[in-house]
C-alpha cells in the first residue's frame, strides 16, 4: 500500500501531538511533590494529580517525598562531663514542607540531617554528667529536637521527633554502678532501721513516762484517801470516841497479820507475849461490830460464818 506525502504528513503530526502530550502532561503520585526546571532553572513544584508542562522546554527536576520518614542514627561514642565513655544511638522522624528548599538547599538531605543530628547528639549529651545521662532522656530528647529543628528549618523540613534509643556504657562501669546502687540500698535500709529503732524508743519512753505518771497520781490519790481516813478518826478521838482509834489501830494490824500470813515461807506466826495489845484490839474491834450490828437480825443465820484468827503460838521467850 502505497502512503501519499499527505498522509506520511499527518502520521507525522499525530506521532509529534503523541509526544507533546507525553512530554507535557505529568501525574504525581499522593505524598510526593515534584520540581519543575526550565532550561535548569527552578520554576514551579508540582503537587500529586494531574500537571501540564511545556514540553522540550520544563523538565521535573527532584522528586521529593512529602511523607514523615525515619532516619536510623548510628551508634557512637560520647565522652560524658565526667569523663564518662557511653556508647548512644538514636532514631530521626523528620518531614519535607517545602520541596524547593530540600531540594535546591542542601545536597543530600538525609546525610545532612544525619550528620547534624549525631553532631548535636554529641553536643547535647556530652555536657552532662553519667548521672544525669542516665536518668533524663527525656530532657535530652526534647533539647535535640528543639536544636536540630531548629537548624533544619532552612532547608524546608520539620524535624518531629529525636529519640535516644540506647545508652551503653562500658562493662567496667556498670558493674562499679551496680555496686553504688546496692551500697546505696544497704545505707537507706539502715537509715529506715534506725528511725524505727529512734521510733520504738521514743514510744516505749513515752509509755514509761505515762506509767510513772499515772503510778504517782493513784499514790498520790491513795496517800489522800489516807489522810482523810486519819483525819476523820483523828476528829472522832477529838470527840471523845475511843472506839474509832481501837478499831483505826485494829485495822492496821490485821492488814499487817494479813501480809505476813500471805507470805510462802509464813504458815505458822510466832509472836511475842508482848502482843496483847494486839489481842485488846481485837476485843476492841469485835465491841464495834456488836454496836453496830446490834438489833440486826437479818445479820444473823445460818450463812454467817465466824471468822477464825490465826494460829497465834506464844513464843517461849
Not at 27 to 33: D, E, S, V
Amino acid at each position: 500500500m502505497d502512503f501519499s506525502g499527505f498522509d506520511i504528513a499527518i502520521l507525522v503530526l499525530v506521532a509529534l501531538v503523541v509526544l507533546v502530550l507525553f512530554k507535557g502532561i505529568r501525574t504525581i503520585p499522593q505524598g510526593f511533590n515534584y520540581t519543575v526546571e526550565r532550561f535548569g532553572r527552578y520554576t514551579k513544584t508540582l503537587s500529586p494529580g494531574l500537571n501540564l508542562i511545556v514540553p522540550f522546554v520544563d523538565r521535573v527536576g527532584a522528586k521529593m517525598n512529602m511523607m514523615e520518614q525515619v532516619l536510623d542514627v548510628p551508634t557512637q561514642e560520647i565522652i560524658t562531663r565526667d569523663n564518662a565513655i557511653v556508647a548512644v544511638d538514636g532514631i530521626a522522624f523528620y518531614q519535607v514542607l517545602n520541596a524547593a528548599q530540600a531540594a535546591y538547599q542542601v545536597a543530600g538531605l538525609e546525610n545532612a540531617i544525619l550528620n547534624l543530628t549525631m553532631t548535636n547528639i554529641r553536643t547535647v549529651m556530652g555536657s552532662m554528667d553519667l548521672d544525669e545521662l542516665l536518668s533524663n532522656r527525656d530532657a535530652i530528647n526534647e533539647r535535640l529536637l528543639r536544636v536540630v529543628d531548629e537548624a533544619a528549618h532552612p532547608w524546608g523540613i520539620k524535624i518531629t521527633r529525636v529519640e535516644i534509643k540506647d545508652i551503653n556504657p562500658p562493662a567496667n562501669l556498670v558493674e562499679s554502678m551496680g555496686r553504688q546502687m546496692m551500697a546505696e540500698r544497704n545505707k537507706r535500709a539502715q537509715i529506715l532501721a534506725a528511725e524505727g529503732l529512734k521510733q520504738s524508743q521514743i514510744l516505749e519512753a513515752e509509755g514509761r513516762k505515762e506509767a510513772a505518771f499515772r503510778d504517782a497520781e493513784a499514790r498520790e490519790r491513795s496517800a489522800e484517801a489516807e489522810a482523810r481516813a486519819t483525819q476523820v478518826v483523828s476528829d472522832a478521838i477529838a470527840k471523845g470516841d475511843v472506839q474509832a482509834l481501837n478499831y483505826f489501830v485494829a485495822q492496821k494490824y490485821t492488814e499487817a497479820l494479813g501480809k505476813i500470813g500471805m507470805a510462802g515461807n509464813s504458815k505458822i506466826v510466832l509472836m511475842p507475849f508482848e502482843a496483847s495489845s494486839l489481842i485488846g484490839s481485837l476485843g476492841g474491834i469485835g465491841e464495834i461490830a456488836k454496836e453496830i450490828f446490834k438489833g440486826d437480825g437479818s445479820a444473823a443465820g445460818p450463812q454467817r460464818q465466824a471468822a477464825r484468827p490465826p494460829v497465834v503460838r506464844p513464843s517461849e521467850t
